[in-house]
Each structure stands twice: as C-alpha cells, then as structure tokens.
C-alpha cells in the first residue's frame, strides 16, 4: 500500500512539473513574441522617412505614368473594344484617323495660355500632352510615396486603391470640372473602362517600384 501511494505520488508531481513548465514556456514565447513585436515598430519608426518615401514614389509614379501609356495603347483598347457594342465600336473606327485632343493635350494648352497668354500649335500641343501626363505621373507618385511612410491603408490592395482613387478624383471629377473631357454623364456607360483599367496598373506598377526603391532606400 505505501508503495503504491508513493507510485501515484510520483506521477502527480511529475504531471504537475510538466504543466508548469509548459506554461512558463507559453509565457516566455508570449513575451518573445510582444518583444519582437514592440522591436519591429521601433525599427520601422527609425526608417520611416517622407523624402526617402517621395522620391521612391516619384520613381515609380515615372515608371507607372509609360506603363499605364503602354496599357492605353495595347490591352486597353482590346478591353475597350470588347466591352463597347458593335455600333460603339464601329463609330469609333469610323472616326479612328480624325486628330484627337486630349485631357493631357488640353491641359498644356491651358497650363502655356494662363502662364504667357500664347497659344500652342497643334504640333505643339502633341508634344506638351505627354509631359503633363509624365510631370501628373511623377507628381501624384510622390505624394503616394510620402503618404505610405505614414498609413498602410494608402498601399491597400497593393497599390490599385490608390489608382482607383486617382481615376475617380482626376477623371471623373478634375477634368470636366477643369473643362478637358467630357463629363461622365455625357459619355457612354462603357466609355471609363480603359481609363479606370489604366489607373488601376498605374496604382500597382507605382506601388511596385515604390517598395522596390524604398527597401533600397
């Protein structure tokens, strides 16, 4: 009997001795995991600079602004063509080889008359549109850079929030207000497509550099 009590005795203490010590581990690892936690803020607060974030956003918003240049003029017009009518798509090919003034084209115009009181050419107008699309790109890529040194949400979806806010903001809104498009209710319901496409590649190619750059940076 008293070999017995001391045999169950054992293995009481024993179990007992195995349950502390798996709790004073899942301490020790919890304060390990609060540790690295509180270590890794820390670390990311000492890196976290606006100018190292504007020039990495600048880079990629001049990257993103020949991307979004090359989806306009590849995918963007097949996604364009595939989600106009026939009708649409007809009258757009019918009116292909006509010279077309766009956002960009009128915005230099607008930008050159307002600063010296001249007009441009039409010639003139084709070469002032792409930099203010380029000088747009870079301009609003810093900004994208400067506020993701702050706010994780700015980089939400990997970049393409930040392109559908833009096309809302820039297309939808800024351009007809600014008189340099047509206002969305004056278009056909398939007319954005593309242009919200474009922005969404915009977004995410300036994300990608941007995190590219400022992991470098």
């Known amino acids: ?10 293995h009481r ?6 349950q502390n010590s798996r709790l004073a581990f899942r301490r020790h690892l919890s304060t390990t995991k609060v540790k690295k936690f509180e270590q890794r803020g820390i670390e990311m607060g000492k890196q976290r ?7 990495a956003g600048m880079a990629g918003g001049l990257a993103a602004a020949w991307v979004m240049n090359e989806f306009m003029a590849g995918p963007g017009q097949k996604l364009q063509q595939a989600v106009q009518s026939d009708e649409e798509n007809r009258e757009q090919q019918a009116h292909s080889s006509e010279p077309r003034e766009d ?31 380029y000088a747009f790109g870079v301009l609003t890529g810093g900004l994208y850079g ?20 833009l096309f809302s903001s820039a297309d939808l809104l800024a351009v007809p207000a600014l008189n ?3 206002s969305p ?7 954005p ?12 190619t300036t994300e990608f550099v941007r995190r590219i750059l400022r992991s470098l940076l």
């Open 1 to 10: 009997m008293p070999l017995a009590y001391g045999y169950i005795n054992s």
């Open 13 to 18: 203490c024993i179990g007992v001795a195995a």
């Open 49 to 55: 600079s606006v100018v190292r974030g504007i020039i």
């Open 103 to 133: 956002a960009t084209m009128k915005a230099a115009e607008a930008i050159v008359h307002t600063t010296t009181g001249d007009h441009l050419s039409r010639a003139q107008e084709e070469k002032g549109g792409p930099f203010v699309h």
């Open 146 to 165: 400067a506020l993701a040194e702050y706010s994780s949400t700015v980089t939400s979806g990997f970049g393409t929030s930040f392109g559908g806010v």
């Open 180 to 182: 340099l498009g047509p």
């Open 185 to 191: 209710s004056d278009q056909p319901a398939s007319a």
């Open 193 to 204: 497509a593309s242009p919200f496409a474009a922005h969404i590649v915009y977004g995410a």
